[in-house]
């Protein structure tokens, strides 16, 4: 028993030994790599190698890439080709042209949205307006409006088709210089409804109305399109002798002497 606990397994004690058992042991492991070979090459018979360069990794028998589909396709459907884009160049036409209509119709919108709300109203000889403190009569074919279409106004009044005239009560200014005041409300009102491509001040002088003095400037617009006609605006502020303000916003669209006119006669009766 001695013996069978002792005795020398490895290293063999001679080299012809060593090299039998080595040779037993490739011949092993060679054995089982041909049977997993053979297993691998019976799974991918008949198919190309997806790894060979040039085979599509998705491809049938023949090579064809459009027989097969990868499994999301099966799933979610072939991938669509996306939307062909508008160029550039259309964008800008397209936005410039809209903004350049859409700027001179403003005015235009304001007046026909003024009279369309002052049809159900008979027409009147003298506005009052005891938010603004201020009474105006109207000239022929004038008549008073329901409700401004500025922000702010709290009466107006409207001949059909041609101009508006709107009031409010304004912010205290410096009844000594009351022109830094009007310049500022001109060019705002000259922003926010005439969007001119060319705005002239085409008056600039004081003013009295009644009791009251105050300051008038007054805008012409011109537009580069051919729809849109020339516009007038003007802004007048009068004042007490405490600085309390009363704002005066007239409006013309198309731009004309008879529509000026009006405007001026409605100021000017402003009490």
Do not use: C, Q
């Not at 063999?12 to 080595?22: I, K, Q, R």
């Not at 409700?147 to 409010?168: H, I, K, L, N």
């Not at 012409?220 to 502020?237: C, G, I, K, S």
């Amino acid at each position: 028993m001695d013996e069978e606990w002792t005795r020398r397994v490895w290293p063999p004690s001679d080299p012809d030994d060593a090299a039998g058992v080595d040779g037993k042991r490739g011949d092993a492991l060679r054995g089982d790599d041909a049977e997993r070979g053979s297993g691998h090459d019976a799974a991918f018979s008949g198919r190309a190698d997806p790894f060979r360069r040039g085979v599509h990794p998705y491809a049938d028998a023949d090579g064809h890439p459009g027989e097969s589909l990868p499994p999301s396709a099966h799933r979610y459907g072939t991938p669509a080709s996306p939307p062909r884009r508008m160029p550039r160049w259309m964008v800008r036409l397209l936005v410039g042209t809209v903004v350049s209509a859409a700027a001179g119709l403003v005015v235009g919108v304001l007046v026909v949205t003024v009279i369309g709300g002052g049809t159900e109203r008979a027409p009147t000889g003298t506005v009052v307006d005891p938010l603004a403190r201020v009474a105006y009569d109207l000239p022929p074919g004038w008549r008073e409006g329901l409700v401004a279409p500025v922000t702010g106004f709290t009466s107006v009044a409207v001949e059909d088709g041609r101009a508006t005239v709107m009031a409010r009560r304004g912010e205290r200014a410096d009844p000594a210089d009351p022109r830094p005041a009007v310049v500022s409300l001109s060019e705002m009102y000259g922003r926010l409804l005439l969007r001119g491509d060319k705005i002239d001040v085409v008056d600039d002088r004081a003013v009295r109305a009644g009791s009251r003095r105050g300051y008038t400037r007054a805008l012409r617009a011109e537009y580069r399109d051919a729809v849109n006609r020339p516009a007038f605006l003007r802004v007048t502020l009068l004042l007490d002798a405490e600085g309390t303000s009363t704002v005066l916003l007239g409006l013309a669209h198309p731009d004309e002497p008879a529509a000026r006119a009006d405007i001026d006669a409605v100021m000017a009766a402003v009490r």
